[in-house]
C-alpha cells in the first residue's frame, strides 16, 4: 500500500507542476485546434473530402478505414514519439526533488522502505504518462470518430506502448539520480537513451555499415541491450503490418520489460545501500 | 555484508536480466521500415526509359518494291498488328521484363519451374524465356515478338497448308477440326521476329497492316501508350461485354452503370512491386464518375468482407486499392507488394514441391499419377 | 526500558579517491525513555551524523543500534517515532494541511481534518494555514517540520534545530510545545547549536567531539562538577567562626563551601547560626553549558 501511496504523492505533486498542466493544456488545445481546423466528410463508407485550415488533404476518394489511416498513424507516431520526449522533459526532475537534501532524510524517517520510495516514483511517473497519453488518445479518437463515424482504437495501444518505452528510459533517468542527484543528467540520460533506441531498432540495418571485426561486433553487442525504441514506435503507428512483424511485438514486450528491471534492480542496490 | 559487497552480488542478476532482455529483442529482429510499400509504382505516364525503349523498336516498313522508298513513319511492329477496330480489345505483355521480374519468379514459381518450358523448347526450338520479347492478346489473336530464328515451322506445323503473304510473312494454315469450320486456326510468320495467331483471316489482315498493306486505320494502342509492363486498351464493346457478364466485379455493378465507361486503358509496373492503373473513360462524365464511386464502394465491401471471412492477404491487397477522379474518367490503382508476390513464389514452390514429391512416391510404389493441380494464384486478384 | 541503546557506533565515510574519514568513533549512549537529551558539540563533530544514523538514514559502519527496543529499519519502529532534519524541504505547492496530511498517511495515522488543524494552531500557523509553504520563511517550515514530527503522538522525538530561523518568542513556544511532550512521556533528543535552548529543554547532555560521546550525563551533575555553595549571611556574621568552619570569603561578601552533600551542608549551616551567623541566601555553585563544553573539548583536546 506505501507504494501507491508514495505513487499517489508523485502524481499530486506533478499535477501541480507547471509542465504536467502545459503537457494536458497543449494536448487539449492541440485538439481543440484540430477539431476547428479539420474537415472530414464520410459519404457511403469513403472519404469524400478533408481539408485541414481550409486546404484540401491528399487523403480521399476511398474506403474511410483506409484513408483515415495515414491520420491515425500520423497521430500514433506524434503520441509516441512526442509523449516519449515530453516524459523525458518534464518528469526529469521528479525524483532528483524528492532526493533533495531535507526532503530524503524527512521521507527515510517516515514509515517507508527505500524500495517502496523508488517504485512508488516510478509508478507514479508511469501513471503520469499513460495518464497524459490515453487523455490524448481518448481525445483524438473522440474528434476523428464524432467527424466521421469511424472509430478507432489504434491510439490507445499507442498511448500502451509509449508508457512501455518510456518505462524503459525512465529506468535509466531514475537510476541515475541514485547516483547523480540531478535533473540535467537524468534528462540527457533520457535523451541518450531515447537516441540509442531508434539507434538499437535499426541496427540490423545499420551494422553491414560498420567494418567487420570488433567495431561491429562492439555496435552488435552493445545495441542489442538497448530498448527497441523506434520498433515500438513503428508498430504503434502502424499495427496494420504484415503479421511476421507483429509476432515480433510480445518478444520486443518482454524484453523491454527485463531491461527494466535490470536497471530498476540495479538502481534499488544501489539505492539501498546509500547515505544521505 | 558491507553494501559494497551487497551491490556486488546484486551484478550477476542484473547481467542475467539484460541478456535476456536482449536476446529477447533481438528474436525475429527485421530491418526496420514502415508497413504499406513506398516503392509502388503506379504508370501513369511513359518515363523516359520507356520512350528510349519504344523509338529502338520503331522501325521502317519494308518497301513494297525493291526500288520504292519506305512509306511513312517507321512503327513498333507489334503495335501494328494490334487491330484498329475501336471496339476491339488489345493487351500488350512485356513478356522479357516481366520474366525478369518480382512477378515473373512468382509465375515461373507458379508453373512449375522451367521443366515445361524446356519441353516446349525441345518441340518448337523457341525459349519462352530468353527468346520471347512481347506479346500481344487481341480479340483478333495472338502476336508474339521476339527472335525465333531457331524455329522449324515447316516440321513444326507438317500438315498445315503454308502461303506465302507480302514481302517477309508466310502463314499456316491448320487443319480445320471444327464441324462448320469455325475452328479454323492459323499461325503466321513475319520474318524471324514476329508470330501471329488466329483465324486465317485475322493472320492475313494483322500481315497486311504489318507492311501496310491493306485497309489504312489507326491501331487501337498508341505508341505514347506503351509504358509499363503490361498496357492495353479494352474498347466499348469488348469493355461493355466485360462488365456485364456475369460473375466477378461485372455481377455487381448497376446495369445502368455497366456501359458508362467506353473505354479502359490499362498499365501495369512490375520492375518490383505491382502497381496496375486502369483508366475508365466515357461519354458520359457524370456516368463515369457514379462508375468510379461504385467502384470505390465495392473496394470498401469487398475489403471489409475479406477482413469478416480472415482474408488477410486480400486485406492487404485491398487496402492499397484506391480510385482516383480525373477530368476524362477515373483510375483504379491496384497495388502488389513484391514481398506479397515473394510470398506467393515461395507457397507456389512448396505446393509444387509437395507435388512433385507426392507424384515421385506414387511412381514409386506403381500408382497412377495424380492429376497436376491448376497453380492457386490470389483468388481476390481473379474476382477484381 | 530504553528509547535509545547504542554501543560502540562507528562511522567512516571513505571518498573515490580512498581517503577515509571518520564521522564517528565509538559512541555508546544509552537514554531511558521519557528522558530530554540534549546533543551538543562543535560544527563538524558529527552530531547530523549521528542523527542520520540513529534513524537509519546513514547505514553505521559497526556497532550495536535500538531504537525504541528495534531496528531503526523496521517501518513499525519508524512510525513511533518523529524527525525534524537539520533543513527540512518541504514541496512548494503544498499547504500545511495537504503536507500534514501526507505524513500522517505515510505514518498510517488516520487524522481528521480538526487534528490537523489542531497541530498547526499548536505550532502557530493558524495564520498561515491556507498559503503554500513555498512563501514560508525559514521559522515557518520549521515549525511545520516540527509539527510532522508530532504526528501520530510519537515515543520518540529526534529534532536537528528545531528553532533554527525562530524568533526569540517563537523559541518560548516551541520550548513550551517540547516540554508538553516531555511531561506526556516521550523521549526527546535534540540537537541544538543553542546552548541555552538545550540547557532550558534538556535533563540530560551529550557532548559530541570528533565523532565520539566525550561527555555525557544528567545536565545538573555536568554543571556541578564539585560540590559548591556561595552563601550570604547578614551583616555581622563572626568571620572567625566561619573560617574555622571552613567556609571561604569571598571578594563580593559571599562566602562559599564545599559540602559532599545535603546533610553535610546542613550540619556546617547549623553550626554557622550556632555562632551567631544568620543565613539570607543559598545557591548552588554551577557552571554553564557553555563552560561545560568548553572543558569537555578541552580535556579531549
Known sequence: MMLFEVALQVLREAVRRRWVLALFIGITGMLLLLSFTLQLEVVDGALAASRLFGKVLGIGAEDAEVALRPLFAAGSALLFYGGLLFGIVATADFAPRLLEPGRIEHLLALPIRRWQLLLGTFLGVLVLCLSAGLYGALCFTVLIGTKTGFWMWQLFGSALLCTVAFASIYAVMLGSVTWVRSAATSAALGGVMFILGIIASNRVAIAPFITEGWGRTGFEAVTSVVPRIASLGLLAAHPDLDPERLAQLPTLLVGMGLFTVAVLTLALSNFESKDY | ?384 | MHALEVSGLTKTYGSALGRKQEALRGVDLALPAGTSFGLIGPNGAGKTTFIKTLLGIVAPTSGELRLLGGSPKDPAIRRRLGYLPERLHLPAFDTPPSFLRQIARFKGVAWDADQIRALICRVGLEDAIDRRVGGFSKGMRQRLGLASALIGAPELLILDEPTDGIDPMGRAEIRRILADEVARGTTLFLNSHLLSETERICTRIGVLNRGKLVLEGPLETLRQPSPRWTLRFAEGAPREALLALGFEPQDTGSWQLEAADAEGLNVKLDRAREAGALLVGLTPELRDLEKVLAEAMQEAA
Not at chain 2, 469450320?181 to 493472320?203: D, K
Not at chain 2, 467506353?262 to 458520359?284: C, K, M
Not at chain 2, 462524365?285 to 477482413?307: D, M, N
Not at chain 2, 512433385?356 to 514409386?364: H, K, L, Q, V
Open chain 2, 1 to 384: 555484508m558491507s553494501p559494497s559487497s551487497r551491490r556486488l552480488m546484486v551484478l550477476p542478476l542484473v547481467a542475467l536480466l539484460l541478456g535476456l532482455a536482449a536476446w529477447f529483442m533481438s528474436r525475429n529482429e527485421t530491418p526496420l521500415h514502415a508497413g504499406p510499400p513506398a516503392t509502388v509504382t503506379f504508370p501513369t505516364e511513359m518515363t523516359p526509359r520507356e520512350e528510349a525503349r519504344a523509338r529502338a523498336r520503331r522501325t521502317h516498313r519494308p518497301p513494297a518494291a525493291p526500288n520504292a522508298p519506305a512509306p511513312g513513319a517507321p512503327v513498333d511492329p507489334l503495335l501494328a498488328v494490334l487491330p484498329t477496330d475501336p471496339g476491339a480489345g488489345a493487351v500488350v505483355l512485356e513478356a522479357n521484363a516481366i520474366r525478369n521480374s518480382p512477378l515473373g519468379e512468382t509465375l515461373l514459381a507458379c508453373m512449375g519451374g522451367r521443366r515445361q518450358l524446356d519441353m516446349m523448347r525441345e518441340r518448337t526450338g523457341v525459349d519462352p524465356l530468353n527468346d520471347l520479347d512481347r506479346m500481344a492478346i487481341t480479340t483478333e489473336g495472338v502476336s508474339l515478338t521476339g527472335h525465333f530464328g531457331e524455329a522449324d515451322w515447316d516440321a513444326l506445323f507438317p500438315d498445315a497448308s503454308r502461303s506465302a503473304r507480302g514481302d517477309q510473312g508466310r502463314i499456316y494454315e491448320l487443319p480445320d477440326e471444327g464441324v462448320r469450320g469455325e475452328n479454323r486456326r492459323a499461325v503466321g510468320v513475319w520474318g524471324n521476329s514476329m508470330v501471329v495467331l488466329g483465324t486465317p483471316e485475322e493472320v492475313e489482315a494483322a500481315l497486311d497492316r504489318l507492311e501496310g498493306g491493306g485497309p489504312r486505320g489507326t491501331p487501337i494502342l498508341d505508341a505514347s501508350q506503351a509504358y509499363g509492363e503490361v498496357y492495353g486498351v479494352i474498347g466499348g464493346d469488348t469493355l461493355a461485354m466485360m462488365l456485364g457478364r456475369g460473375g466477378g466485379l461485372g455481377d455487381q455493378l448497376p446495369p445502368e452503370l455497366r456501359d458508362a465507361a467506353s473505354r479502359l486503358e490499362l498499365h501495369a509496373d512490375t520492375r518490383s512491386d505491382v502497381g496496375v492503373v486502369a483508366r475508365f473513360e466515357g461519354e458520359d462524365p457524370t456516368r463515369v464518375e457514379e462508375l468510379g464511386k461504385t467502384f470505390k464502394g465495392l473496394l470498401s465491401v469487398a475489403r471489409a468482407q475479406a477482413q469478416l471471412e480472415g482474408e488477410p492477404d486480400a486485406v492487404r491487397l485491398l487496402d492499397m486499392a484506391r480510385v482516383s477522379h480525373g477530368e476524362a474518367g477515373f483510375d483504379l490503382q491496384l497495388a502488389v507488394p513484391q514481398s506479397f508476390l515473394e510470398e506467393m513464389a515461395e507457397r507456389c514452390r512448396v505446393e509444387h514441391q509437395a507435388r512433385e514429391e507426392a507424384a515421385e512416391r506414387a511412381r514409386a510404389e506403381g500408382e497412377a499419377l495424380p492429376e497436376p493441380q491448376t497453380p492457386t494464384a490470389a483468388p481476390e486478384r481473379e474476382e477484381l
